[in-house]
């Protein structure tokens, strides 16, 4: 089954609620886009994939449920429906680029009201589906990077979870793996919101592929100790100039990658590229509740003394430098970026 989908029959946006995993397998269903604006804060579905194809759904709901008696006060309600859904996690570059994308098709509709709706869920039907090949001739780009019996270190999750389905980082592993590659994953556990542990592992598990989770802070010993001979990664947006930003604690296992010259591989889609940014330090970072932080729990009881503060960034920055390749559906871009990023999102795919 698909993370995002459409039910025809009642018109609703279908999200497999990842705050229960790996506990419960439960599909929540939306009919409102508000309501998927608090999915995609309280991280219901997640993933800078995913959650892009989400707010194209959204806008879908917004028009089906819009009031508007003409088509440019439709056009106005979903102008503001799209800033709502871009504002709701700002690091991702996927919902800017999935609202502008629908917007834009929007734009083209006929003067009629109905033709216009059909047209906004047409095309995030679309994205859908495109969303799901992209990931699949990325990962068989990627998976060329793999080797028969690497152990690859992998950070959060980048599986069909973050995506509709295969994903992209993890989407690679999967596919070497479906090639008959021997690997070995250690999955970092990615704190404070765990994905490495509950939905990565998860993923393996289904899949089959051999893993072990490691704390984070595991993850300089096994590269210093030649334990681990790749490390791979998403992103949530890639800048211009190749610095990538992806879920925090990736800066600190690509400079212990790069200080024991392990290779480290991004692969993201060309939607999570943004060639209109042109380094990581204009890429908004995203600053989540501390409670995320301070209610970690062992043996039910909270870790944190009573009182205490805590800073929860849920990215940081990895400077191009520190990065061996970047994967897109397009291919293996290699440095230098700024030029090399720009061709291959040029590329037109044969
Ligand atoms: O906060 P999350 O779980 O949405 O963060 C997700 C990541 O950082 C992923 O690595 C990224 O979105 C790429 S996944 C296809």
Redesign the pocket.
Known sequence: MRTVDWDYQNQSLLLIDQRLLPGELRVAAYSDYHEVINAIQE?VV??????GVTAAFALALAAYRSSASHTTEMLRNLSIAGDELIAA?PT?VNLKWAVARVLAKAHEAPGDLDQLRKLVLEEALRMADEDVAINQRMARHAAELIADGDTIIH????GAL??VDW???LGAIRMAHQQGKRIHVLVDETRP?L?GVRLTAWELQQYGISFDIIPDNAAGYYLSSGQAHKVF????RVAANGDVA??IGTYMLALAAQDNQVPVYCV?PTS?IDLSTAMGTLIPIEERPPNEVLNIQVDGKSVAPTGCTARNP??DITPNRLISAIVTEKGVVYPPYPENLARNIGLIES
């Open positions: 991280m997640r993933g800078a994939p995913a959650i996690r991702a950070h959060c999750n980048t973050a995506a994903g992209t980082a919101r994905q990664f998403g992103a949530d992806n879920k993201a999570t849920a990215f």
